[in-house]
Structures are given as C-alpha cells and as structure tokens.
C-alpha cells in the first residue's frame, strides 16, 4: 500500500520540554487516519511540523516519497500538502462561489483577477459549480461569508481546501463548534472528500473518528501509545486510561 504521508522518529523539544517523542506514523493513499490525545498531547505541534511551521529535531517527514522535513511551507503546499484550520480564515465580505474560486485561480498560478479573461473565467466558474453541486453549499453559492453559520464557514473551508487538488489534507479540528447536525453533515463531506486525497484527522469528538477513520494512532506526552482500527482503539485498556475514559467521564 502507498504511503502519503510517512513519518519516522519525530522528536521535537522545548528546552527541557519533550513535546513530540519519536513519533513515527503513516497515512495511506485513499485512508483517513485519526490522531487523538488529551488537550497537551503534543498534536498541534505534530500538525506544525508536518506543515513545516516547525522543524524536528530529529526524524524524517516523507509527503508521496519525498523527504519534506526541512522544505518551507509555502513548498510543501505546492508539493501536495493541504491543511484546514480549528478557526476558518475566509474572505467574509466575498461570496461562497468567490471564495472558491480565488483558490481555483490560486491553485492554477494565477494573480486573483478572475476577470481578465473570458475562456479562463468561464473555466474557473465552471469548476467551482461543479464543486459546489454536490455539497450543501449548492443553494448558498451567492451569499457573503460573513452571512453564513458557523458549519457552513466549515463546509466552505472543506470544499476550498480540497479545489487545491491535495495529496495528503491535514484535518484540524474539523467538528470544532459544531451542533449535532452541522457534524452529520460534516461527516458525509469527509466521507465523500476521501475519495479526492488522504487525510489525517486531528479531532476531539469521538463519535466523529470512530465513523471516519479507518486507522486511529493516540498521542500522550508527545508519544504514540496506540495505533490500529476503531475496535483495536476501543478495547484498549491504556488508551481508556489515558483518553477515552476521560472522555465518557
């Protein structure tokens, strides 16, 4: 099976601080792998180094077989990387269909005025219908962002984050604030996204990652105690210690 993303002995301090410790994990093409942990167990710091706005100490992080760990962000972009955040960064006074299709236009090297030409404007509206067709945004293409709830901010966030074509999607959070249906819905978007890259899901709500994922790996004190399916997750007795007994509880 082909590895997107493969990370190998991970370690990041802070002074004294072991934030990430040797953390090694992959993500598989067409999988959504699941990382969990307590508030403090390092995941936003594994996030940041696999974005690259931090640099290990040690260990390697491979994007599609090549060697990222030391590459700037703005490069492990180009190379596949996308990310989506806990808090959405929209453009609140543009439209859904603007909002998408200023990444369209960015994706394809563009310099954001999606009016300079008719052929190439009509191509980047077409792909932003297409994309807006089968996603509960379809009847609020014309609305400003500023307008929408806050699950519609994270349905828009989703859908622009996959018109970058990434090869692997960084999941931060993505059930944040939401109410039970908005998490439904987000739910089928993430179910019918894995088909367009892999994802590695950073999440809280439980109900969320047993329905998604199909592998789970647990952080605690920056060390992987766990990895393996919803079931291998459930029955295990560390993790209920250290996780999910904290969370029924």
Sequence with gaps: ???????????????????TDHVSLTVNSGEIH?????????????????????????????????????????????LGLGRTFQITSL???MTVR???????????????????RAVR???????????????????RAGVRVADLAHGEKKQLELLMALAQRPRLLLLDEPMAGLGHL????????????????AMLLVEHDMEAVFALADRISVLVYGRIIAAGTADDIRANPAVREAYLGEEDA
Excluded at 2 to 17: N, R
Excluded at 35 to 47: C, M, Q
Excluded at 98 to 108: F, S
């Design 1 to 19: 099976m082909t590895h997107v993303l493969e990370i190998s002995g991970l370690v990041k301090t802070f002074g004294g601080l072991t934030a």
């Design 182 to 197: 908005e998490s439904q819905q987000m739910i089928a978007a993430l179910h019918a996204a894995r088909a367009e890259c």
């Design 91 to 93: 453009l609140d006074d």
């Design 98 to 116: 603007e909002n998408l299709g200023l990444v369209i236009q960015a994706r394809e090297g563009g310099n954001f005025r999606i009016f300079d």
């Design 121 to 139: 404007r009509a191509e980047i509206w077409d792909e932003v219908e297409q994309s807006l067709q089968t996603s509960a945004l379809a009847v």
């Design 34 to 78: 699941a990382l969990i942990g307590p508030n403090g167990a390092g995941k936003s710091t594994l996030i940041n180094q696999i974005c690259g706005e931090l640099i290990p100490n040690a260990g390697q992080i491979h994007l599609a077989g090549r060697d990222i760990t030391r590459l700037a962000p703005a490069e492990r972009v180009a």
